[in-house]
């Protein structure tokens, strides 16, 4: 339900915007494409990346504890003596003096930085602003964002519009008309010392100025709005009557914003049913956050009226964290995202059956193996060193050593850029039988059954099943689908590819699932469409980067989403 009143239908409604119409903001984009000529030939050098990762790492992590060297940090780290090593021995010798750490072992560091306003404690100077995140597991987070993490994650936008030039789309003609970002509230709140603290996008969005003002929507006004319902509403308003040409945001929220948007059009008597017919110039989404592949049927569905028919044109995948941008798909088509090896961070990976443990090796991206599942660990350019963000990545490809050998995943064989994908969180997994499923089996099983059954599905999570009387272990699946009309033998249809999806994906889940000896068949529980929302909404939650965990290891989350969307 929305806060405000949608205005009446009016006699003379706007018509969409005109197939390939030009505007002068078209120029914006012929600079950016000349700014951007020589990184689109850098980037699409995929030998010199192959050769050459293993080195710049190793010269961002020089960089980083010789500007941080006189930090209190870096004091106790003795980090001028490691600014004064190269390559494999700096590395060693970094592993030995810092250990690997989570927030917990920084808040009393950052809270000294944020609300005492201390200078030169985890990074040179006085860091000014803070982006606030929250997890399922944890309480409020406050993730330092110093200037040099404003100048990195500027060049990761850079490489955005690079790489979406690489993927043949033509700037001038995106930036033609409009780019609509979905973050967060752009309100902050700002302390006696100056210290501004809130969403990611809060910090980056006063940094828009002309001309940039003149193809960004919502704008300010709207963009400043932290009730989502009524923010959605506002964005549909504004956006309905603009020729929108490419959207920044997680797929679940791009979708209501399209659904609301469509309505809208309805309303005031268009012939619309889906997205391009409201904006025939839409061509490019970019997004990241959770995997695209569950939101596939229902984005085309929005796009162009059947789960099968055309997607947006031309879409890019990130891996954006409040701690530092990690990747950016490189390959139009491949799932594969090309690690940001230049950009001012340096970037561990610890096998994660290690990750609990004091002692747990850590392997940089020319170290890792096939087949492994790494937990990301970071070292930023704004004072978190070593840092357990959480993620869960698996590479698909491996660059060359800093001695040239080494590296898989490339031609013949060979090395090639660091590639990697997502495939959960360390503390997202379900394992209450010995079934060890994680994020990613969950994610690929739901896409599988819903292209084998045609029925398209929303938000999910899934949660153990634990013995009761009358009732035997397994797995619950609580899904969103679009139709809540399906028949019985669709959901069971839907239920048994899910099943055959995990167990293709999963021997220990197999094991406990042959002849229904460990582990019963899962159970399937359908929702209607938006009942995830209303569980975020509950929890303070709803909007901007804000999502539901595909999976946990207790009931707590599915029990309270399915209790949401049956009130």
């Given at each position: 339900?929305?806060?405000?009143?949608?205005?009446?239908?009016?006699?003379?409604?706007?018509?969409?915007?005109?197939?390939?119409?030009?505007?002068?903001?078209?120029?914006?984009?012929?600079?950016?494409?000349?700014?951007?000529?020589?990184?689109?030939?850098?980037?699409?050098?995929?030998?010199?990346?192959?050769?050459?990762?293993?080195?710049?790492?190793?010269?961002?992590?020089?960089?980083?504890?010789?500007?941080?060297?006189?930090?209190?940090?870096?004091?106790?780290?003795?980090?001028?003596?490691?600014?004064?090593?190269?390559?494999?021995?700096?590395?060693?010798?970094?592993?030995?003096?810092?250990?690997?750490?989570?927030?917990?072992?920084?808040?009393?560091?950052?809270?000294?930085?944020?609300?005492?306003?201390?200078?030169?404690?985890?990074?040179?100077?006085?860091?000014?602003?803070?982006?606030?995140?929250?997890?399922?597991?944890?309480?409020?987070?406050?993730?330092?964002?110093?200037?040099?993490?404003?100048?990195?994650?500027?060049?990761?936008?850079?490489?955005?519009?690079?790489?979406?030039?690489?993927?043949g789309v033509s700037l001038p003609r995106i930036l033609s008309g409009r780019v609509v970002f979905l973050g967060g509230s752009t309100d902050l709140s700002v302390n006696q010392h100056g210290i501004r603290t809130g969403d990611l996008s809060g910090l980056v969005t006063p940094m828009i100025r002309w001309p940039l003002t003149e193809i960004y929507a919502p704008g300010k006004r709207i963009a400043l709005m932290s009730h989502w319902p009524s923010k959605i509403e506002a964005m549909a308003e504004h956006c309905l009557d603009l020729d929108v040409r490419m959207i920044n945001g997680m797929?679940?929220?791009?979708?209501?914003?399209?659904?609301?948007?469509?309505?809208?059009?309805?309303?005031?008597?268009?012939?619309?049913?889906?997205?391009?017919?409201?904006?025939?110039?839409?061509?490019?989404?970019?997004?990241?956050?959770?995997?695209?592949?569950?939101?596939?049927?229902?984005?085309?569905?929005?796009?162009?009226?059947?789960?099968?028919?055309?997607?947006?044109?031309?879409?890019?995948?990130?891996?954006?964290?409040?701690?530092?941008?990690?990747?950016?798909?490189?390959?139009?088509?491949?799932?594969?995202?090309?690690?940001?090896?230049?950009?001012?961070?340096?970037?561990?990976?610890?096998?994660?059956?290690?990750?609990?443990?004091?002692?747990?090796?850590?392997?940089?991206?020319?170290?890792?193996?096939?087949?492994?599942?790494?937990?990301?660990?970071?070292?930023?350019?704004?004072?978190?060193?070593?840092?357990?963000?959480?993620?869960?990545?698996?590479?698909?490809?491996?660059?060359?050593?800093?001695?040239?050998?080494?590296?898989?995943?490339?031609?013949?064989?060979?090395?090639?850029?660091?590639?990697?994908?997502?495939?959960?969180?360390?503390?997202?997994?379900?394992?209450?039988?010995?079934?060890?499923?994680?994020?990613?089996?969950?994610e690929n099983a739901v896409a599988a059954a819903s292209k084998r059954t045609g029925l398209v599905v929303g938000e999910f999570t899934a949660a153990p099943v634990y013995p009761g009387a009358g009732r035997r272990a397994g797995l619950e699946l609580a899904v969103e689908f679009e139709r809540l009309d399906a028949s019985d033998a669709?959901?069971?249809?839907?239920?048994?590819?899910?099943?055959?999806?995990?167990?293709?994906?999963?021997?220990?889940?197999?094991?406990?699932?042959?002849?229904?000896?460990?582990?019963?068949?899962?159970?399937?529980?359908?929702?209607?469409?938006?009942?995830?929302?209303?569980?975020?909404?509950?929890?303070?939650?709803?909007?901007?980067?804000?999502?539901?965990?595909?999976?946990?290891?207790?009931?707590?989350?599915?029990?309270?989403?399915?209790?949401?969307?049956?009130?």
């Open positions: 339900m929305t806060t405000r009143t949608p205005n009446p239908p009016r006699v003379n409604a706007a018509a969409p915007p005109r197939p390939g119409a030009a505007r002068w903001t078209s120029l914006i984009g012929v600079g950016l494409r000349t700014r951007l000529a020589r990184r689109i030939a850098a980037l699409s050098d995929t030998r010199h990346w192959a050769l050459h990762t293993a080195r710049l790492q190793a010269q961002q992590l020089r960089w980083l504890v010789r500007t941080a060297a006189a930090t209190e940090f870096g004091r106790e780290h003795d980090f001028a003596a490691l600014a004064g090593l190269q390559g494999a021995e700096l590395l060693a010798s970094y592993r030995r003096a810092v250990p690997l750490a989570d927030y917990y072992a920084f808040r009393t560091q950052v809270a000294r930085m944020r609300e005492g306003g201390e200078p030169d404690v985890l990074w040179p100077g006085l860091v000014m602003d803070y982006a606030q995140t929250s997890g399922t597991t944890a309480g409020d987070k406050y993730i330092p964002v110093s200037r040099q993490m404003l100048r990195s994650n500027y060049l990761a936008a850079l490489d955005i519009f690079a790489n979406a030039s690489r993927f797929p679940s929220w791009a979708l209501v914003l399209m659904e609301r948007v469509v309505r809208l059009a309805q309303e005031r008597g268009r012939d619309a049913s889906t997205i391009r017919d409201v904006w025939p110039n839409l061509e490019l989404f970019v997004h990241g956050g959770v995997k695209y592949a569950p939101f596939e049927a229902r984005m085309r569905q929005m796009y162009s009226g059947s789960p099968d028919g055309a997607d947006i044109p031309a879409r890019l995948e990130l891996y954006p964290a409040s701690e530092g941008f990690i990747a950016i798909q490189d390959t139009k088509g491949d799932p594969g995202l090309r690690m940001l090896s230049d950009i001012g961070n340096f970037y561990e990976f610890v096998p994660l059956e290690r990750i609990d443990d004091p002692q747990a090796p850590a392997f940089t991206a020319d170290e890792v193996e096939r087949g492994q599942k790494y937990v990301v660990v970071m070292s930023t350019c704004a004072g978190l060193w070593r840092y357990i963000i959480g993620d869960v990545v698996e590479f698909d490809a491996s660059p060359a050593g800093l001695d040239g050998s080494g590296g898989w995943g490339g031609h013949a064989g060979g090395p090639a850029p660091a590639r990697l994908r997502i495939v959960g969180r360390h503390r997202h997994f379900i394992n209450a039988f010995g079934e060890n499923i994680i994020v990613e089996h969950i669709q959901i069971e249809a839907f239920r048994e590819a899910f099943d055959a999806a995990v167990k293709q994906q999963n021997v220990d889940y197999t094991t406990k699932r042959t002849d229904d000896l460990g582990m019963a068949p899962p159970t399937v529980t359908v929702l209607p469409v938006g009942a995830f929302h209303e569980w975020l909404k509950s929890r303070g939650k709803i909007g901007g980067q804000h999502k539901c965990p595909r999976c946990a290891n207790h009931r707590e989350i599915l029990e309270a989403v399915v209790a949401a969307g049956r009130r």
